[in-house]
Protein backbone atom coordinates (compact mmCIF):
# COMPACT_ATOMS: atom_id res chain seq x y z
CA UNK A 1 0.00 0.00 0.00
CA UNK A 2 1.16 3.80 -0.66
CA UNK A 3 2.45 5.74 2.62
CA UNK A 4 4.03 8.90 3.63
CA UNK A 5 4.50 8.54 6.93
CA UNK A 6 2.47 5.33 8.31
CA UNK A 7 2.92 1.44 6.72
CA UNK A 8 1.68 -1.29 7.57
CA UNK A 9 2.66 -5.38 7.00
CA UNK A 10 2.25 -9.02 8.17
CA UNK A 11 4.70 -10.99 10.10
CA UNK A 12 4.11 -14.15 11.72
CA UNK A 13 0.19 -13.39 11.00
CA UNK A 14 0.36 -10.35 12.86
CA UNK A 15 -0.68 -7.39 11.39
CA UNK A 16 2.05 -4.36 11.84
CA UNK A 17 2.07 -0.54 11.65
CA UNK A 18 5.37 0.61 11.16
CA UNK A 19 5.98 4.62 10.98
CA UNK A 20 8.22 5.83 7.42
CA UNK A 21 11.55 4.57 9.11
CA UNK A 22 10.10 1.47 10.43
CA UNK A 23 9.59 1.14 13.91
CA UNK A 24 6.43 -0.45 15.02
CA UNK A 25 3.69 1.67 16.22
CA UNK A 26 1.37 -1.20 16.91
CA UNK A 27 0.47 -4.52 15.98
CA UNK A 28 -3.23 -6.95 15.38
CA UNK A 29 -2.14 -10.23 17.79
CA UNK A 30 -4.62 -11.98 16.27
CA UNK A 31 -3.97 -15.26 18.10
CA UNK A 32 -4.28 -13.45 21.28
CA UNK A 33 -7.13 -10.93 20.04
CA UNK A 34 -5.03 -7.60 21.43
CA UNK A 35 -4.12 -4.32 20.22
CA UNK A 36 -0.54 -4.43 21.54
CA UNK A 37 1.45 -0.90 21.99
CA UNK A 38 5.25 -1.82 22.04
CA UNK A 39 7.59 0.17 24.29
CA UNK A 40 8.50 3.68 23.39
CA UNK A 41 5.38 3.82 21.46
CA UNK A 42 2.37 6.55 22.85
CA UNK A 43 -1.01 5.77 22.58
CA UNK A 44 -3.26 9.03 22.30
CA UNK A 45 -6.99 9.15 21.84
CA UNK A 46 -8.93 12.56 22.18
CA UNK A 47 -7.25 14.74 25.31
CA UNK A 48 -5.99 10.87 26.67
CA UNK A 49 -2.20 11.04 26.27
CA UNK A 50 -0.54 8.19 28.02
CA UNK A 51 2.65 6.04 27.07
CA UNK A 52 3.20 2.03 27.80
CA UNK A 53 4.72 2.85 31.24
CA UNK A 54 1.72 4.52 32.44
CA UNK A 55 -0.97 2.24 30.71
CA UNK A 56 1.20 -0.34 32.78
CA UNK A 57 0.02 0.82 35.50
CA UNK A 58 -3.65 -0.11 35.05
CA UNK A 59 -2.94 -3.21 33.83
CA UNK A 60 -3.91 -5.46 36.99
CA UNK A 61 -5.52 -3.08 39.06
CA UNK A 62 -8.29 -4.21 40.57
CA UNK A 63 -10.81 -1.65 42.56
CA UNK A 64 -10.55 -1.64 46.12
CA UNK A 65 -7.67 -3.89 46.12
CA UNK A 66 -4.31 -2.79 47.07
CA UNK A 67 -1.72 -4.22 43.99
CA UNK A 68 2.30 -3.44 44.27
CA UNK A 69 2.98 -0.91 41.61
CA UNK A 70 -0.40 -0.35 40.34
CA UNK A 71 -3.04 2.21 40.37
CA UNK A 72 -5.21 2.29 43.48
CA UNK A 73 -8.55 2.61 42.97
CA UNK A 74 -11.98 3.41 45.76
CA UNK A 75 -13.82 0.14 46.76
CA UNK A 76 -17.76 -0.13 45.70
CA UNK A 77 -18.15 2.04 49.43
CA UNK A 78 -15.79 5.06 48.22
CA UNK A 79 -13.39 3.91 51.01
CA UNK A 80 -9.89 3.70 49.91
CA UNK A 81 -8.23 0.16 50.24
CA UNK A 82 -5.12 -0.10 53.06
CA UNK A 83 -2.26 -2.57 53.74
CA UNK A 84 -2.63 -4.26 57.41
CA UNK A 85 -0.05 -6.05 59.45
CA UNK A 86 -0.13 -7.33 62.51
CA UNK A 87 2.85 -5.83 64.37
CA UNK A 88 4.86 -7.83 67.57
CA UNK A 89 5.88 -4.58 69.59
CA UNK A 90 9.52 -6.12 70.22
CA UNK A 91 12.90 -4.08 72.18
CA UNK A 92 12.94 -1.25 73.99
CA UNK A 93 14.35 1.31 72.36
CA UNK A 94 14.12 3.35 68.58
CA UNK A 95 17.01 1.35 67.75
CA UNK A 96 15.59 -2.56 68.34
CA UNK A 97 11.86 -1.77 68.25
CA UNK A 98 9.88 -3.50 65.68
CA UNK A 99 9.40 -1.21 62.37
CA UNK A 100 5.78 -0.39 61.39
CA UNK A 101 5.33 -0.62 57.11
CA UNK A 102 1.99 -0.77 56.61
CA UNK A 103 -0.90 1.63 56.34
CA UNK A 104 -2.63 0.23 59.46
CA UNK A 105 -0.69 -1.57 62.07
CA UNK A 106 -2.79 -3.97 65.16
CA UNK A 107 0.23 -3.92 67.93
CA UNK A 108 0.52 -7.02 70.32
CA UNK A 109 2.57 -7.96 72.88
CA UNK A 110 2.92 -4.31 74.51
CA UNK A 111 4.14 -4.16 78.10
CA UNK A 112 5.29 -0.25 78.70
CA UNK A 113 8.95 -1.22 77.66
CA UNK A 114 8.48 -3.11 74.62
CA UNK A 115 7.87 -0.69 71.44
CA UNK A 116 7.22 0.05 67.33
CA UNK A 117 8.48 2.66 65.19
CA UNK A 118 7.26 4.37 62.12
CA UNK A 119 9.15 4.57 59.00
CA UNK A 120 10.62 7.33 57.64
CA UNK A 121 8.81 10.15 57.07
CA UNK A 122 7.12 11.51 54.06
CA UNK A 123 4.77 14.46 53.69
CA UNK A 124 1.04 13.28 54.03
CA UNK A 125 1.59 10.16 55.00
CA UNK A 126 -0.62 8.58 57.41
CA UNK A 127 -0.09 5.27 59.86
CA UNK A 128 -2.31 3.75 61.73
CA UNK A 129 -1.38 2.47 64.77
CA UNK A 130 -3.51 0.37 67.14
CA UNK A 131 -2.19 -1.05 70.83
CA UNK A 132 -4.12 -4.20 71.01
CA UNK A 133 -3.03 -4.55 74.94
CA UNK A 134 -5.58 -3.75 77.53
CA UNK A 135 -3.27 -3.51 80.18
CA UNK A 136 0.31 -1.78 79.17
CA UNK A 137 1.15 1.27 77.39
CA UNK A 138 2.75 1.22 73.94
CA UNK A 139 6.03 3.71 73.00
CA UNK A 140 6.04 4.58 69.80
CA UNK A 141 9.31 5.66 68.15
CA UNK A 142 9.74 8.17 64.79
CA UNK A 143 12.75 6.61 62.54
CA UNK A 144 16.19 8.56 63.12
CA UNK A 145 15.93 12.30 63.45
CA UNK A 146 12.15 12.49 63.43
CA UNK A 147 10.18 14.34 66.32
CA UNK A 148 6.46 13.53 67.43
CA UNK A 149 3.99 16.28 68.19
CA UNK A 150 6.71 19.02 68.78
CA UNK A 151 8.62 16.75 71.30
CA UNK A 152 12.36 16.05 71.21
CA UNK A 153 13.75 14.23 67.93
CA UNK A 154 14.25 10.66 68.31
CA UNK A 155 12.24 10.97 71.49
CA UNK A 156 9.12 8.12 72.01
CA UNK A 157 5.00 8.79 72.33
CA UNK A 158 3.77 6.71 74.73
CA UNK A 159 0.11 5.75 73.89
CA UNK A 160 -2.11 4.25 76.44
CA UNK A 161 -3.78 0.48 76.99
CA UNK A 162 -6.26 -0.13 74.21
CA UNK A 163 -5.75 2.90 72.50
CA UNK A 164 -5.23 3.77 68.54
CA UNK A 165 -3.72 6.67 67.23
CA UNK A 166 -3.10 8.16 63.35
CA UNK A 167 0.40 9.47 63.15
CA UNK A 168 0.32 12.20 60.21
CA UNK A 169 3.50 13.17 58.79
CA UNK A 170 3.16 17.19 58.26
CA UNK A 171 6.81 18.32 57.22
CA UNK A 172 10.13 16.60 56.53
CA UNK A 173 11.49 14.71 60.05
CA UNK A 174 7.65 15.93 61.47
CA UNK A 175 4.64 13.84 62.78
CA UNK A 176 1.82 14.44 64.52
CA UNK A 177 -0.98 12.69 66.55
CA UNK A 178 -4.24 12.67 65.36
CA UNK A 179 -6.05 10.77 68.51
CA UNK A 180 -5.95 10.93 72.27
CA UNK A 181 -3.58 8.21 72.10
CA UNK A 182 -1.94 8.66 75.27
CA UNK A 183 -5.09 9.29 77.11
CA UNK A 184 -5.63 5.81 79.65
CA UNK A 185 -9.43 6.84 80.67
CA UNK A 186 -11.97 4.89 79.07
CA UNK A 187 -15.07 5.86 77.89
CA UNK A 188 -17.21 5.50 80.94
CA UNK A 189 -14.43 7.80 82.92
CA UNK A 190 -14.33 10.33 80.32
CA UNK A 191 -18.21 10.83 80.68
CA UNK A 192 -17.24 11.59 84.31
CA UNK A 193 -16.65 15.25 82.41
CA UNK A 194 -19.20 15.55 79.78
CA UNK A 195 -21.52 18.49 80.30
CA UNK A 196 -20.19 19.37 84.01
CA UNK A 197 -20.35 23.00 84.88
CA UNK A 198 -17.22 24.75 86.94
CA UNK A 199 -18.03 25.23 90.53
CA UNK A 200 -21.19 23.46 89.64
CA UNK A 201 -21.51 19.54 91.32
CA UNK A 202 -23.77 16.96 89.52
CA UNK A 203 -24.86 12.95 90.37
CA UNK A 204 -21.64 10.99 88.64
CA UNK A 205 -19.79 13.91 87.42
CA UNK A 206 -16.54 15.30 88.14
CA UNK A 207 -15.95 18.45 90.28
CA UNK A 208 -14.19 21.26 88.54
CA UNK A 209 -13.22 24.71 90.29
CA UNK A 210 -14.72 27.81 88.78
CA UNK A 211 -13.00 31.00 88.21
CA UNK A 212 -12.84 31.86 91.52
CA UNK A 213 -11.45 28.42 92.40
CA UNK A 214 -15.05 27.40 93.58
CA UNK A 215 -16.63 23.68 93.97
CA UNK A 216 -19.58 25.21 95.30
CA UNK A 217 -20.90 22.68 97.78
CA UNK A 218 -19.03 19.71 99.19
CA UNK A 219 -20.77 16.50 100.73
CA UNK A 220 -18.65 14.52 102.43
CA UNK A 221 -18.79 11.29 104.95
CA UNK A 222 -15.60 12.55 106.57
CA UNK A 223 -13.70 15.40 107.26
CA UNK A 224 -9.89 15.72 107.77
CA UNK A 225 -7.51 19.11 108.55
CA UNK A 226 -4.09 19.55 108.95
CA UNK A 227 -0.67 19.21 106.80
CA UNK A 228 -0.49 16.28 104.15
CA UNK A 229 0.67 12.79 106.45
CA UNK A 230 -0.44 14.66 109.56
CA UNK A 231 -4.63 15.32 109.37
CA UNK A 232 -7.10 14.64 112.24
CA UNK A 233 -10.41 13.50 111.44
CA UNK A 234 -13.07 16.05 112.98
CA UNK A 235 -15.71 14.15 114.33
CA UNK A 236 -17.91 17.07 115.58
CA UNK A 237 -21.72 16.26 114.95
CA UNK A 238 -23.66 18.41 112.08
CA UNK A 239 -25.04 20.32 115.18
CA UNK A 240 -22.22 20.97 116.57
CA UNK A 241 -20.60 22.30 113.09
CA UNK A 242 -24.00 24.38 113.09
CA UNK A 243 -23.16 26.34 116.58
CA UNK A 244 -21.13 28.28 113.79
CA UNK A 245 -24.45 29.60 111.77
CA UNK A 246 -25.06 33.05 111.69
CA UNK A 247 -21.53 34.68 111.31
CA UNK A 248 -20.69 36.59 114.43
CA UNK A 249 -23.73 34.98 116.15
CA UNK A 250 -22.48 31.87 115.48
CA UNK A 251 -19.07 31.90 116.51
CA UNK A 252 -20.17 33.24 119.88
CA UNK A 253 -21.99 30.57 120.37
CA UNK A 254 -18.83 28.04 119.31
CA UNK A 255 -17.25 29.99 122.32
CA UNK A 256 -19.74 29.73 124.60
CA UNK A 257 -19.78 25.73 124.20
CA UNK A 258 -16.17 25.93 124.75
CA UNK A 259 -15.21 24.89 121.35
CA UNK A 260 -13.11 28.36 120.81
CA UNK A 261 -11.86 31.65 121.77
CA UNK A 262 -10.85 35.33 120.71
CA UNK A 263 -9.04 37.95 121.52
CA UNK A 264 -7.93 41.21 120.22
CA UNK A 265 -4.37 42.22 120.15
CA UNK A 266 -3.20 45.53 119.76
CA UNK A 267 0.63 47.68 119.55
CA UNK A 268 1.16 47.84 123.19
CA UNK A 269 0.34 44.72 124.17
CA UNK A 270 3.10 42.21 125.09
CA UNK A 271 1.36 39.12 126.59
CA UNK A 272 0.91 35.53 126.26
CA UNK A 273 -3.03 35.42 126.15
CA UNK A 274 -4.81 31.97 126.61
CA UNK A 275 -7.54 31.56 123.67
CA UNK A 276 -8.90 28.13 124.35
CA UNK A 277 -8.44 26.35 127.40
CA UNK A 278 -6.39 22.95 126.63
CA UNK A 279 -8.38 19.68 126.93
CA UNK A 280 -7.69 17.18 129.16
CA UNK A 281 -7.73 13.80 127.13
CA UNK A 282 -8.50 14.47 123.29
CA UNK A 283 -6.87 16.10 120.71
CA UNK A 284 -8.50 18.95 118.51
CA UNK A 285 -9.01 19.83 114.95
CA UNK A 286 -8.07 23.46 114.89
CA UNK A 287 -9.33 26.13 112.66
CA UNK A 288 -7.51 30.06 113.22
CA UNK A 289 -8.42 33.11 111.53
CA UNK A 290 -6.35 35.91 112.09
CA UNK A 291 -8.12 39.42 111.06
CA UNK A 292 -5.73 42.43 110.49
CA UNK A 293 -7.05 45.18 112.74
CA UNK A 294 -4.55 47.80 111.80
CA UNK A 295 -1.90 47.68 108.69
CA UNK A 296 1.78 46.48 110.36
CA UNK A 297 4.30 49.25 109.61
CA UNK A 298 7.99 49.38 110.52
CA UNK A 299 7.92 53.26 110.69
CA UNK A 300 11.29 54.13 112.38
CA UNK A 301 10.62 51.51 114.97
CA UNK A 302 10.21 47.96 115.92
CA UNK A 303 7.28 46.17 114.75
CA UNK A 304 4.78 44.36 117.14
CA UNK A 305 4.60 40.80 117.00
CA UNK A 306 1.84 38.00 117.25
CA UNK A 307 3.09 34.12 117.28
CA UNK A 308 -0.02 31.30 117.42
CA UNK A 309 0.24 27.99 118.54
CA UNK A 310 0.33 26.01 122.02
CA UNK A 311 1.86 25.37 125.31
CA UNK A 312 5.64 24.94 124.50
CA UNK A 313 5.13 25.09 120.44
CA UNK A 314 4.18 28.81 120.74
CA UNK A 315 4.68 29.54 116.53
CA UNK A 316 3.15 26.24 115.92
CA UNK A 317 0.56 27.44 113.47
CA UNK A 318 1.82 31.10 112.86
CA UNK A 319 5.50 32.67 113.61
CA UNK A 320 6.05 36.21 114.65
CA UNK A 321 7.18 37.53 110.90
CA UNK A 322 3.90 36.64 109.22
CA UNK A 323 2.03 39.86 109.81
CA UNK A 324 5.34 41.90 109.41
CA UNK A 325 3.84 43.74 106.08
CA UNK A 326 -0.09 43.07 106.24
CA UNK A 327 -2.26 45.43 105.74
CA UNK A 328 -5.69 46.38 107.85
CA UNK A 329 -8.59 44.09 106.37
CA UNK A 330 -6.32 41.33 105.52
CA UNK A 331 -7.65 37.78 106.74
CA UNK A 332 -5.66 34.74 107.18
CA UNK A 333 -6.76 31.28 107.84
CA UNK A 334 -4.53 28.25 109.34
CA UNK A 335 -5.28 24.91 110.18
CA UNK A 336 -3.57 22.03 113.01
CA UNK A 337 -4.31 19.97 115.45
CA UNK A 338 -3.67 20.64 118.91
CA UNK A 339 -2.41 18.30 121.17
CA UNK A 340 -4.06 17.23 124.33
CA UNK A 341 -3.58 18.39 127.40
CA UNK A 342 -2.12 21.78 125.84
CA UNK A 343 -3.71 25.30 125.85
CA UNK A 344 -4.14 27.54 122.32
CA UNK A 345 -2.49 30.90 122.82
CA UNK A 346 -1.62 34.11 121.60
CA UNK A 347 2.12 35.46 122.24
CA UNK A 348 2.59 39.00 121.54
CA UNK A 349 5.51 42.07 121.64
CA UNK A 350 4.95 45.68 121.86
CA UNK A 351 5.60 47.72 119.15
CA UNK A 352 8.61 50.42 119.59
CA UNK A 353 8.34 53.92 118.14
CA UNK A 354 5.86 54.96 115.56
CA UNK A 355 5.48 51.08 114.17
CA UNK A 356 2.00 49.78 114.26
CA UNK A 357 -0.17 46.58 114.04
CA UNK A 358 -2.79 44.92 115.37
CA UNK A 359 -5.08 41.91 115.00
CA UNK A 360 -7.71 39.93 116.11
CA UNK A 361 -7.12 36.44 116.34
CA UNK A 362 -10.46 33.92 116.39
CA UNK A 363 -10.17 30.22 116.86
CA UNK A 364 -12.72 27.01 116.51
CA UNK A 365 -10.56 23.63 118.54
CA UNK A 366 -13.29 20.41 117.57
CA UNK A 367 -12.41 17.31 119.39
CA UNK A 368 -10.95 14.70 116.67
CA UNK A 369 -12.40 11.47 118.72
Same mark, same amino acid.
Given at each position: ????????????????????????? $??I =?????????????? $???? @????D??????? =???????L??S???????????? $? %?????A??????G?????????????? /??????? #?????????????????? @????????A????????S???? $?????A??A???????L??????????? /?????L?????????? %??A???????????????????L??????A????? /? &?????N???? @?????????? /????????? #? !????? &?D &?????????????????????????????????????????? !???????? =????????L????????T !?K??????????????????????????
Amino acid at each position: MSHTNVKCDWLNGNQRFLDKSGNVI $FYI =DGVNRSLVIPSGAT $FTCA @SLDLDTTEMGLL =DGATAGSLTASKVVTRRADQGIP $F %QTAVVAATGSTQGTGAAMTKDLNLVTG /ANATTCV #VLPTAVVGMKIRVVNTVT @SAALPVFPATGAAINGGSANAA $FTMGPARAATFICTALLTWYVEAIAAAT /ATVAELNYVAGLTPGT %QAASKAVVPNSDVNIGVVKATELHIGATGAEAQVT /A &TPAQLNLLAG @SIGGLAAVIA /AALGGSHSI #V !KTDAA &TD &TLVAAHATKDRAVLAFVVVDETYAIGTGTLPTVELGEDDTID !KWMAHTVL =DTEAAGTVLVFAGTNTAT !KKIIATSTAAVGDATGGCTITVIAIPTT
